[in-house]
Antibody, heavy 123, light 109 residues
Framework: QLQLQESGPGLVKPSETLSLTCSVS??????????WGWIRQPPGKGLEWIGS???????HYNPSLKSRVTISVDTSKNQFSLKLSSVTAADTAVYYC???????????????WGQGTLVTVSS | EIVLTQSPGTLSLSPGERATLSCRAS???????LAWYQQIPGQAPRLLIF???GRATGIPDRFSGSGSGTDFTLTISRLEPEDFAVYYC??????????FGPGTKVDIK
């Protein structure tokens, strides 16, 4: 059974960089045609797709966040990571890592989710 | 960007009743790349429906999806106690960004 687990600081100061890692177990991050992505949910609000990385390394980002986001993969550790720079209070949210099947150009729906981790931006 | 609108915002029903949830897109969704997710408070979302009408693995057959183009529907034929949750539709595929609707909360009447 595939499992995804987010890890990283729960508190980040304004203007700093938010860094999260998703550890994948029960399957290889480099096998199959899958995207590995990040989705966030501000407290009490809806879902926002941040971006995804294809197993080959190509990335797709939400245009509204693209200038601040970097998603990368470390196949040796079976992990992928999110960096979001210049954070403000508006970036406070539960951050989910996720897997979705797809091809080089088409991303499918999310079929596996991490449990989510709350990141608060505050001084 | 495709904007998704869900209605109603809240649906108050009793166990055993039928729930009909609507998702409308601001432009046609190509290849019916429309998914539905269920989210129970404190948990991650769970995929219910993909491709507008395909049921995900392990999803009971009381959940069904329909629609095409800009209008999509999620139907729960008979509500079970565990079905009271928030439901989101999502557009996915090749265009950017992927977007979610604002959600419909199904609560107990």
């Amino acid at each position: 059974q595939l499992q995804l687990q987010e890890s990283g600081p729960g508190l980040v100061k304004p203007s700093e960089t938010l860094s999260l890692t998703c550890s994948v177990s029960g399957g290889s991050i480099s096998s199959g045609t899958y995207y590995w992505g990040w989705i966030r949910q501000p407290p009490g609000k809806g879902l926002e797709w941040i971006g995804s990385i294809f197993y080959s390394g190509s990335t797709h980002y939400n245009p509204s966040l693209k200038s601040r986001v970097t998603i990368s993969v470390d196949t040796s550790k079976n992990q992928f990571s999110l960096k979001l720079s210049s954070v403000t209070a508006a970036d406070t949210a539960v951050y989910y890592c996720a897997r979705h099947p797809g091809s080089s150009m088409v991303r499918g729906p999310v079929d596996y989710w991490g449990q989510g981790t709350l990141v608060t931006v505050s001084s | 960007e495709i904007v998704l609108t869900q209605s109603p915002g809240t649906l108050s029903l009793s166990p055993g009743e039928r729930a009909t949830l609507s998702c409308r897109a601001s432009q046609s969704v190509s290849s019916n790349y429309l998914a539905w997710y269920q989210q129970i408070p404190g948990q991650a979302p769970r995929l219910l429906i993909f491709g507008a009408s395909g049921r995900a693995t392990g999803i009971p057959d009381r959940f069904s999806g329909s629609g095409s183009g800009t209008d999509f529907t999620l139907t729960i034929s008979r509500l079970e106690p565990e079905d009271f949750a928030v439901y989101y539709c999502q557009h996915y595929g090749s265009s950017l960004p992927e977007t979610f609707g604002p959600g419909t909360k199904v609560d107990i009447k």
